[in-house]
């Protein structure tokens, strides 16, 4: 009972665990399969026997990552197969050639990408060439290429972003008869039941190939910033939410809503009815009783969100002083931040800044521009 609770506990790990494997970034792989050859025909059915013996093959495979469930994949594999029955029998030596679609368990949708334990499927085309010597003649005769449909399934153990370690069942079922020389008979034998099995162990390198300008793993190709790095598709990602700082809007604020707090746009727009909604007695800092209603909308936002702060900043048109501007504004930002004090707000929350006239948004020398410039701002801060 322990051994098997400690075999799950080891599997659920295995499963857990996470590594990068071969990717939009390390695009490319290459690998080396050992393994052994079974045969199945008209002089023995050997696939899954390992009789009579081992017959030892060399694999190796180019692998190209298309899409996180997709990859193509190019396999070359020597051996050696026979078969005997007291009919005669062959040897023929094998040189196997194919082209494959594997189909990646390790996803994003099944499992993670990343996974350590990542089974795949596949389905191609092969091609075989192959050097018989019939039992009878003892005698090699002269090479022979067939067409055949390779298929299987495959388990990778991702070991390292580079590494990995393969185990794979390969069957190839063979588009012809002429395999082990003996050819079927319609109404006597079963015509094209040729076939061969692969079973491998294997090993591989994931790697990078394109060019990537700005280093950050993103090939320029797919990179939407290629000569600045980031993490996001190539770009930078200011304050880490997943969202790229050109299509963040709230680059310096992390949230799931287009970049953004939740709520933020709907929390903005009650700043932008109190800075529109806030008015001053001429030359003042008092406020006037009809802006009561959008200050209390702020507080009562504050006292929803508390953890939410806000900057108010004052501003003026450029008539009087520089100075007496200034101050004038700054206590128009006290004023406002007095208010919201008074009815509970911890003042610790807001902070106040008078800027006078130093930041017009319009031209002071009209009427409507300098009627602008007189605002005090309301800024979220998270």
């Known amino acids: 009972m322990k051994k098997r609770l400690l075999n799950t506990a080891l599997f659920s790990v295995l499963l857990a665990s996470s590594v990068n494997a071969q990717n939009k970034v390390n695009n490319m792989s290459i690998g080396m399969q050992f393994g052994t050859i079974e045969y199945s025909g008209e002089y023995a059915k050997e696939i899954f026997s390992f009789a009579p013996g081992i017959h030892p093959s060399f694999g190796f495979n180019v692998s190209k990552y298309l899409t996180p469930s997709f990859d193509i994949r190019g396999n070359f594999r020597i051996g050696t197969i026979d078969g005997s029955d007291a009919t005669g029998g062959f040897k023929t030596s094998m040189f196997d050639v194919n082209v494959l679609l594997d189909y990646k368990f390790n996803n994003g949708y099944i499992l993670k990408e990343d996974a350590f334990f990542a089974p795949y499927v596949f389905l191609g085309i092969g091609d075989a060439v192959t050097w018989l010597t ?4 003892l005698i090699k005769e002269e090479p022979l290429a067939y067409f055949n449909i390779p298929m299987g399934l495959g388990f990778k153990f991702n070991l390292s972003p580079s590494m990995y370690l393969s185990l794979e069942t390969h ?4 588009i012809s008869d002429r395999l082990d020389g003996k050819v079927g008979l319609t109404g ?3 015509k094209w039941d040729d076939s061969f099995l692969y079973n491998s ?4 390198y994931n790697f990078s190939v394109g060019k990537d300008s700005d280093g950050d793993g993103v090939k320029d190709k797919d990179d939407k910033c290629p000569n600045v790095p980031g993490t996001v598709n190539g770009c930078p990602d200011s304050d880490g939410d997943g969202f790229a700082d050109l299509d963040d809007k709230c680059p310096d604020i ?3 809503d287009q970049g953004c707090p939740k709520h933020y746009f709907e929390h903005v727009e009650i700043m932008k009815r109190a800075q529109k909604g806030l008015f001053f007695n001429t ?3 008092v406020i006037k009783q009809e ?3 959008v200050l209390d909308n702020v507080y009562s936002l504050m006292e929803k969100n508390p953890n939410l702060k806000i900057s108010i900043e004052g501003h003026t048109d450029n008539t009087g002083s520089a100075e007496g501007n200034k101050k004038l ?5 006290d004023a406002a931040k007095a208010y919201l004090v008074n009815k509970g707000i911890d003042a610790s929350r807001i902070s106040t800044t008078g800027y006078g006239q130093d930041k017009p948004i319009a031209d002071n020398s009209t009427k409507e521009g300098r009627q602008k410039n007189r605002r005090v701002e309301f800024i979220l801060k998270y």
Do not use: K, L
């Open 134 to 137: 019939p039992n009878s003649t």
């Open 171 to 174: 069957y190839n079922y063979a």
């Open 188 to 190: 006597t034998d079963n």
């Open 201 to 204: 162990i294997g090993f591989g």
């Open 254 to 256: 992390a949230g799931p």
């Open 283 to 285: 030359g003042s800092a």
């Open 291 to 293: 802006s009561y209603p």
């Open 329 to 333: 504004s700054q206590q128009r930002a």
